[in-house]
Every structure is written in structure tokens, then in C-alpha cells.
């Protein structure tokens, strides 16, 4: 039990963390002075957004101790759903303390959250002791060793994350690397290190031939499904794992390459008479659970991945695949990545592409060919929004359905926690150039600023509640077809932005939050 090493000084020379280096004692140290804290206000919830590995593992383990309530958020903007007060934490200070008490593993509770396929957030409960289990059984199936360093691209915040990030290297002994990786800079680990990561974060460093310079002894993958070629290409360098579980029964089984998956030793499959998959392991607190992922068993612990049920939709009285429409829109030389579904009764699709002169009456033709029923409403995107662990975020793909106007045309976009440099362009026939100006069309001022506070809110993880704009100033007119740099500054109270093309500027100023 991981919460034991709190108990006892035998684990205080256990070097915790690296990148810089913190001993287990110290460690002990920060999680007394949080627990501290904690017990001083009479708010019974602690919510982790935590980004930093440490201060989300100083958090916890004060909730723990300080008998709070655990809830997992890996999106800002899913505070406004929470219908109770929390304590949000700040940054927490080493004092001397004692752990005491009697603590159960089995009886601490986790609060996550996940949107599942309607976008709808869901609360999914879990004990300490199911991702322990689950820590023990990832341990034992893959014989991993104390000496690994944990090195991570994803949040600690959801399943996934939770169990590779935070609870294996707690209670197996590793070392976790402080520094979240988000560049390929961050990768320059000498020593033994697993990488935990998504396919969708290692598809954007494959796009630039991105090689290690030190591999990993093992790379877990999880969050989205993995394409042949990405697995082809980083086997090249070690052992790629691709983990299938869901948020509602943790890790289910692995494979490497290939279609089929191995079941954990610890947990048992089957499939149900429509063939969606029964699971039954410790990992959740139920033992048992259906999801609507459908399987073929080939054997007591082997199975293939089929497909989701409830992808299959009802439009016009017929039942739609909608895998089966994403992968014949796929054949389309110009789609590199495609969304279908439904959203406000409306059959949508949401199509990634590098061609600028691409429309969507003609993705509709295309589609003619292999069904009588399309979807009816379209974006064109520079990439299909995913969430922290790399599962499609649905909730941003409804937004950006949500919008009547017509979205720009995206060629690349380059972001951090500060600042975002997105280069763009808005088409001749986006419906807000009708009537503005015929025969001279302008882009309309409130759509700069429109999409001033939706990209704020889209790069940032910002949710900006007013619309209030300072010195703004309109210096020269943006006509339709030209490419646009949009430059994004995030401050603590204010967004500020410039809208510019060739070092010439057409507008700016401050977006207050």
C-alpha cells in the first residue's frame, strides 16, 4: 500500500523525483505542509487540475491526509459543471509533520470525470486500491524494475495518466521525471526511462522525423487508436505498448503491433451475445462491467478489437456507420483525418486537410459514391481536437458546430501556456463576407474579435465569460483569401492580440479576462 511509506522513515533516501532531484523525506515535508493547509478549511472537496507531477502528488496525498474529498478535472473549463464547493489548491511550503491515523485503501475514493462518446461528462468513482491493483498487475505483466525514471507527455488527471504517471511510481518504487514533456528537447533522458504518451502526441513528432537521442527502455501508448504506421516507426527504437482500458475499468489488455490484444493476467473477458465486451477485474470497484466497445474472443486471454457500438447512428430511418463513413471519407486523397457524428439532430463531420482549395460540397460528393446519406453540416480543420489523454475532445468539436459562422481556413498553429502564433486564412465564401462589402468584401470587425476570444478560449484552456475589448484598433482592411497571422499573448488579467500578414499590422489589442 502506497500510503504506508508515509508511515515509516525506511523510504525517505528513495530519490521521488528527478529533473531536479527530491528525496521521499522531503517529499513528506510539502504533503505535510499541504495537509495542513487542507484541514484548515471546512470545504470538504479538493479538485486537481495539476499540470506540474509534483504539486499534483503533494496535492493528492494531502487530500488523502487530510480526509477531503478526491476530484480529478483535466480541463479548466469543467469547474463551471461542478455543483459543490472545492478548494482548488495553490502552491504548497515543507513543514515538519506527523502522519497518523487509519487509512484504507480500499475506502479512499477518487473522483474522475470522462465524456465517453456523447460529450456529456460523466463521474466515475474509483478506490485507491483499483489503481493500486492496477499499478501491481502493469508491474508484474511487463516485469518492470525499480531503477526507471517515468517520463510523461499526459495528465495525471485522468485514468490513463493516474495509473502510469502517479500511482506506478509510487508504489512501485520508480522515480518520476518532474518536467512534463511537451518537446522533443524534453526527451534528452540519459538514464532508464518509460515514456507514457499518446498515439496522437507521438503522430505530431513522427510528422518531423523525430528521433531519439536516448530511447526509452518502453513506450506506453494510450487514449486514441494506433495507426500501423506509427507503432512501424517507433519500434524502430524500442518496445511500443499500446494499452486498451477504459476510464470506467482502468487497463483491460495490450498489444504490440497487430490486431490482437493480450488481456492482463489480471483481468478476465468475454463478450457479451451482441459481442460488446464483459470485463472483470479489481481495477474498478463493480468487478464487473459492459462497455460497448464490441470484441471477437479468440481466446481465454487474447481478442480483437472490433469497433464501438454506439457509433452506429439512425439518420433518416437507416442505421449509419459512422467508422464506416470516416474510413471511406478517408479515401479522399486530400482528408488526412476525419469526425462524424451527430450533434442538435444534425449529421456532422469534421474533416483535417492541407488543402485550402477543398470544399465541402465536394467531400459530400465524394461520399455519394459509398452511401445515399452524407452529413449535412461541415468544418474544415487543421487538426480533430483532443483532449489530454489524446481521446477526442467532443465537447470542442460540438462547439465549433455550435457557431453559425463559417470557420477559418487553419495552415498551422504554434502554442504554449503563454503565447499562441496561429497562421490563417478566412475564405471568400464564409458567410460572413455576404453582404460586407459586395464587390469589395471585408472581413467584419466582429469577427476578428470573435475569433480573438475563440481561439483565447481554445489554446489556452480559457473559459473568458465577458466580451470586454480595450484599444482596439482596426489599422488596415482584411480582405478575404490572405493569409493571416494571428498572434495570442496570455497575461494574468488580459489576452492580448495582433492580426498581421508580411510584418504589417490590420488590428489589435487586449481582450480583458
Known sequence: MILEKFFT??????????????????????????????????????????????????????????????????????LSLLDFEYILPEASESCEGVFDGVFDSAKIQVNLFTSGSTGVPKNIMKTLYNFEAEAQSVIDEFKLQDDYIIASTTSSAHSFGMTFNFILPFFGGFKINRK?????????????YILISTPSFMEKLAKYDFEFEYSPEKIFLAGAKMKPELYDYYSRFTDVIDIYGSTETGDIGWKQGGDIFNVFAAVEVDAANDNRIIV?????????????????????????LKKRSDRIVKIQEKRISLDEMENNLKKHKSVKDCRCFVYDD????AVVTDDVEIQASALRHFLLQFSEIVPKKWRILDEIPRNMSGKIDTMKLRKLFGVNLSYPFIFSRQTDASQADLELLFRKNSNFFNGHFDGMPVLPGVVQLYY??????????????????????????????????????????????????????????????
Not at 51 to 57: G, I, K, L, V
Not at 180 to 189: A, S
Not at 346 to 349: A, I, N, Q, R
Not at 478 to 505: C, I
Open 280 to 304: 472483470k477485474s479489481e481495477f474498478f470497484p463493480s468487478g464487473e462491467v459492459i462497455l460497448n466497445d464490441l470484441i471477437e474472443k479468440l481466446s481465454e486471454n487474447k481478442f480483437i
Open 180 to 192: 512534463k514533456v511537451e518537446f522533443p528537447e524534453h526527451l534528452n533522458i540519459k538514464d532508464k
Open 346 to 349: 444534425k449529421f456532422c463531420c
Open 9 to 78: 522513515d525506511k523510504y525517505d533516501d528513495w530519490t521521488v523525483f528527478v529533473n531536479p532531484d527530491m528525496k521521499f523525506g522531503e517529499f513528506k515535508r510539502y504533503v505535510a505542509g499541504q495537509t495542513k493547509e487542507f484541514k484548515k478549511s471546512e470545504k470538504e472537496n479538493v479538485v486537481l487540475l495539476c499540470e506540474n507531477y509534483f504539486d499534483f502528488a503533494v496535492n493528492f496525498f494531502a487530500a488523502v491526509f487530510a480526509r477531503k474529498n478526491i476530484h480529478l478535472l483535466t480541463d479548466r473549463t469543467r
Open 452 to 513: 480573438v476570444k475563440f481561439f483565447a478560449e481554445d489554446v489556452f484552456g480559457l473559459q473568458l465569460q465577458n466580451n470586454e475589448f480595450k484599444r482596439v484598433k482596426f489599422s488596415n482592411i482584411m480582405q478575404p483569401d490572405t493569409r493571416f497571422r494571428l498572434k495570442l499573448l496570455n497575461k494574468e488579467k488580459s489576452v492580448e492580440f495582433t492580426y498581421m500578414a508580411d510584418d504589417k499590422v490590420y488590428s489589435s489589442g487586449i481582450f480583458v479576462k
